[in-house]
């Protein structure tokens, strides 16, 4: 009967040192045991040595047998002389069961070619798992000159060491060789080796191009390889841009996700959305890229390597980190830092850049009661990031050039972000008025996201579309932007006043400014006209508050009659008339689009009749 046997130095040996070990031990001469083995063959599923000396030994390793002799392995491998000691007072025959074998059956078929003299070859793929192996063994010079822990290490320094090929190669081995490789110092020798060449090309090199070479090689190592070296070049000196753009490499290579690119909601609900949402749906389990957990750990390792210099990587690849940090659910602080930093490069980045997907954590069982989790895109992050601007540009007193630029960016945002019908007039409005007043020079941008999300909410109270309208400095359209307002029904009429004065005051010119020359040549104005049309408005306001005093007053005595189940009095009809010809509002009436129409085609002919008395004045003049 064969006892398996477990390694002879682990807990619960009996074995009691290797004092002994020459006692219960024949060497045998390198010639002797050359000739004791033929060749090594495969028969599935095991190895077997072809010799006219009979086996005596079977050594598995994973599910693969190795029949063998065991005099070859107890002359070079120490850990065999301890199981033949262990076993020389045992009745029992026995097999060897090596667990956790590093490099596994492949690794110990090449060691048991060395054992029995065959020639083996060394190359960049074996020699960190042959390695290791030689530990496992304790195969040293005390057993045999030559021995393979001295072979295996002398060409990792000299031979592997010396090459940056051979040396990623390795590294790339070493992904299950732990624990061995890091006890044995290979990986850290390895990346102490790429980084002192990493560091020497960078510092040779003019331009940050010319390192690309090496960022693709590094790109293949696992993520505590990258940092492991990534810290040591940083800590050389390294310049910032040269890590980032590192970084980038890395990122591209294990995060593919990273660089769908959304274009907003122009096709919003026709399944374009749909497809690149799920390209970066959130899940716990494989999302097609590797699994959650590694996708976390490689995003907040990278984002942990970044230097803090704002030019070691673009605004653009932050946000898309920002993206995936989101997507995986990252640390809130990790978050955080990403904001911070978008922040401080915020003018850099493009509208496609801030559009975010907001996820949701299924898991959590969350129940959504606020309209704004329910938007497509996180628009919270977005303020976030914006307020994190403002509150620097505080504080380095920024130029104005970067304001407008902002007030650009996030006007375009706001246009994206309102054809989503479920973000709230409010949300809508905290974000159109993050900026100060000074920051936009003109609000042609700002008119087109108000415009956008009218169109998109339709069922938009009165009061709300008033609301949002105030946001809006009328003096700052352009001669267009006024144009398509005068027309436009989903604005309020208030607004509608505002913007035909706005023509008429700066004589149809498009500049906020009035200080377009062609259009003052074409269009002359004189002051007599916006003397003219001033007195008319004050006419308009003069007629309305007496009528608006005459309408309380009637309102009163109805009341005070209680005559509240007849019809409707005559006077109450007359009343609405009036207040169809000027478009009068009072609180509690709901005019309805026929009478709202009524009212602007009233405002046109009081602006038509001023525009012939204008033009008929200019021919008296003339």
């Given at each position: 009967m064969k006892k398996p046997l477990a390694r002879p130095d682990s807990p619960g040996s009996d074995f009691d040192g290797t004092d002994h070990v020459h006692e219960h031990s024949i060497i045998l001469p390198s010639k002797l045991i050359t000739s004791i083995g033929d060749s090594l063959e495969r028969k599935e599923p095991s190895w077997l040595i072809t010799s006219q000396i009979p086996i005596d030994l079977t050594i598995q390793v994973e599910e693969v047998s190795f029949n063998v002799h065991k005099y070859p392995l107890v002359s070079k491998?120490?850990?065999?002389?301890?199981?033949?000691?262990?076993?020389?007072?045992?009745?029992?025959?026995?097999?060897?069961?090596?667990?956790?074998?590093?490099?596994?059956?492949?690794?110990?078929?090449?060691?048991?070619?060395?054992?029995?003299?065959?020639?083996?070859?060394?190359?960049?793929?074996?020699?960190?798992?042959?390695?290791?192996?030689?530990?496992?063994?304790?195969?040293?010079?005390?057993?045999?000159?030559?021995?393979?822990?001295?072979?295996?290490?002398?060409?990792?320094?000299?031979?592997?060491?010396?090459?940056?090929?051979?040396?990623?190669?390795?590294?790339?081995?070493?992904?299950?060789?732990?624990?061995?490789?890091?006890?044995?110092?290979?990986?850290?020798?390895?990346?102490?080796?790429?980084?002192?060449?990493?560091?020497?090309?960078?510092?040779?090199?003019?331009?940050?191009?010319?390192?690309?070479?090496?960022?693709?090689?590094?790109?293949?190592?696992?993520?505590?390889?990258?940092?492991?070296?990534?810290?040591?070049?940083?800590?050389?000196?390294?310049?910032?841009e040269i890590i980032g753009k590192c970084i980038v490499h890395y990122a591209q290579r294990w995060l593919p996700g990273i660089n769908v690119e959304l274009e907003g909601l122009r096709g919003y609900g026709h399944g374009k959305n749909d497809l690149q949402f799920s390209v970066l749906s959130r899940s716990n389990e494989d999302v097609g890229y590797g699994h959650g957990k590694e996708q976390k750990e490689i995003i907040e390792s990278l984002v942990s390597l970044l230097p803090p210099q704002p030019e070691a990587v673009s605004c653009k690849f932050l946000l898309q980190m920002l993206k995936m940090a989101n997507v995986y659910s990252a640390s809130p602080a990790l978050i955080s830092e990403l904001e911070k930093r978008v922040g401080m490069t915020l003018e850099d980045a493009n509208v496609n850049d801030l559009l975010i997907p907001r996820y949701k954590n299924a898991d959590q069982g969350k129940q959504i009661n606020s309209p704004e989790e329910h938007t497509v895109y996180d628009t919270d992050l977005v303020q976030r990031v914006v307020e994190y601007f403002l509150m620097l540009e505080q504080q380095q007193l920024q130029q104005q050039t970067e304001n407008i630029n902002i007030s650009k960016l996030l006007d375009s945002y706001l246009a994206e972000i309102a054809r989503d019908p479920n973000l709230s007039v409010t949300k809508f409005q905290v974000l159109a008025e993050l900026l100060p007043e000074n920051a936009r020079m003109f609000h042609d941008g700002l008119y087109r996201a108000i415009d956008t999300y009218l169109k998109t909410h339709p069922s938009l109270p009165e009061h709300d579309r008033r609301r949002l309208c105030k946001i809006m400095n009328c003096k700052k359209l352009s001669l267009d932007a006024c144009s398509h307002a005068a027309q436009n029904d989903r604005l309020p009429l208030r607004t509608v006043v505002q913007v035909k004065m706005r023509t008429t005051m700066q004589g149809k010119d498009p500049s906020p400014n009035g200080n377009n020359s062609e259009e003052e040549g074409n269009q002359p104005t004189t002051d007599m006209e916006i003397k003219t049309l001033k007195a008319e408005l004050e006419n308009v306001k003069l007629k309305m508050v007496e009528l608006q005093s005459d309408y309380s007053e009637l309102q009163h005595e109805y009341d005070r009659i209680g005559n509240k189940h007849k019809n409707t009095p005559r006077w109450s009809m007359s009343w609405r008339k009036i207040k169809k010809s000027f478009h009068i509002k009072v609180d509690g009436d709901d005019d309805t689009e026929e009478e709202r129409g009524e009212g602007r085609q009233t405002l046109n002919s009081i602006s038509n009749r001023s525009n012939r008395s204008s033009f008929i004045r200019r021919l008296s003049i003339a």
């Open positions: 491998c120490g850990y065999m002389r301890r199981v033949d000691i262990q076993q020389s007072n045992s009745s029992y025959d026995y097999d060897i069961k090596l667990e956790n074998f590093p490099g596994g059956s492949e690794t110990f078929e090449i060691i048991l070619k060395f054992c029995y003299g065959f020639p083996i070859d060394f190359n960049s793929k074996n020699i960190a798992p042959l390695r290791c192996a030689a530990e496992y063994l304790d195969m040293t010079e005390e057993l045999d000159d030559g021995n393979l822990v001295t072979k295996t290490e002398a060409f990792l320094t000299f031979v592997v060491l010396s090459s940056w090929k051979d040396t990623i190669t390795v590294l790339n081995t070493c992904e299950d060789l732990s624990p061995w490789v890091d006890n044995l110092q290979i990986v850290r020798r390895c990346c102490d080796s790429i980084a002192w060449k990493a560091s020497r090309e960078s510092t040779s090199a003019n331009t940050v191009d010319e390192e690309g070479w090496w960022f693709h090689e590094l790109a293949t190592l696992r993520i505590d390889h990258f940092m492991r070296i990534m810290t040591t070049i940083k800590a050389k000196g390294t310049r910032p």
